[in-house]
């Protein structure tokens, strides 16, 4: 689903919710609390994922980034897996839940079409790193927290192809489908396409996206 590559240091602007129902069922082993310092902590792991891989980024590596001994990050999570699994866990639940909220909001099939592709785009362009490690890491997954990015991610495909469908009515739900995910590797690229400013490439992108929908 987003198929990306290496990406120059990108900056943070956007702070990610995490619309959580259940921990556990959401990455097959303890999610904890929430806490700033948690927050800070996956954002360092993603850069070092991205930049190197999962398993190129040791426990000690990712102590020593966070100012703290590779023993101590079992305060806040119980293993690296686990991490890994919060952080995609995450991002796939908080694209589905702002997606779901801004078509709500939306008066009609356009507007919320321009409302998804705003979302992502903020999305695609504050947390490059994150778009990579799902891309390259995902194989690394625990198996329950692999399924249930699956199922998120499955649901947010669903959210904008519904939107498509309903803008363009001789669409069937494949090519809804289809065109949704065309959409989605135009709008991950910017971790090997944003060469350009924050705002000029969130221009780029929305002009992009918009004339691939007809929203033009």
Same mark, same amino acid.
């Given at each position: 689903m987003i198929p990306l590559a290496v990406w120059e240091t990108p900056s943070r602007p956007?702070?990610?919710p995490t619309?959580?129902?259940? =921990?556990?069922e959401a990455a097959g082993t303890s999610l904890g609390p929430v806490t700033p310092r948690r927050q800070q902590i996956l954002?360092?792991?993603?850069?070092?994922?991205?930049?190197?891989?999962? =398993?190129?980024?040791?426990?000690?590596?990712?102590?020593a980034a966070c100012g703290i001994s590779g023993p101590?990050?079992?305060?806040?999570?119980?293993?690296?897996?686990?991490?890994?699994?919060?952080?995609?866990?995450?991002?796939?639940?908080?694209?589905?839940?702002?997606?779901?909220?801004?078509?709500?909001?939306?008066?009609g099939p356009r507007e919320?079409?321009?409302?998804?592709?705003?979302? =992502?785009?903020?999305?695609?362009?504050?947390?490059?790193?994150?778009?990579?490690?799902?891309?390259?890491?995902?194989?690394?997954?625990?198996?329950?927290?692999r399924e249930r990015v699956r199922a998120l991610q499955r649901a947010y495909v669903d959210v904008w192809a519904t939107q498509v469908r309903r803008f363009d009515t001789s669409l069937s739900p494949e090519a809804s489908r289809t065109r949704a995910h065309v959409l989605f590797g135009l709008l991950n690229s910017t971790p090997h396409s944003g060469r350009l400013p924050d705002t000029q490439m969130h221009d780029v992108l929305r002009d992009m996206a918009h004339g691939a929908l007809g929203l033009a």
């Open positions: 956007l702070t990610l619309p959580r129902s259940s =921990h556990e954002d360092i792991a993603a850069d070092l994922f991205a930049a190197r891989g999962f =398993h190129g980024v040791s426990v000690a590596e990712l102590g101590a990050l079992y305060k806040h999570f119980e293993s690296k897996d686990a991490m890994l699994a919060e952080m995609l866990v995450t991002i796939s639940e908080t694209l589905l839940a702002e997606g779901r909220s801004r078509v709500a909001q939306a008066e919320a079409l321009e409302a998804l592709v705003e979302w =992502h785009i903020e999305f695609a362009i504050a947390h490059r790193s994150l778009i990579v490690v799902q891309d390259r890491d995902w194989s690394s997954l625990p198996d329950q927290a």
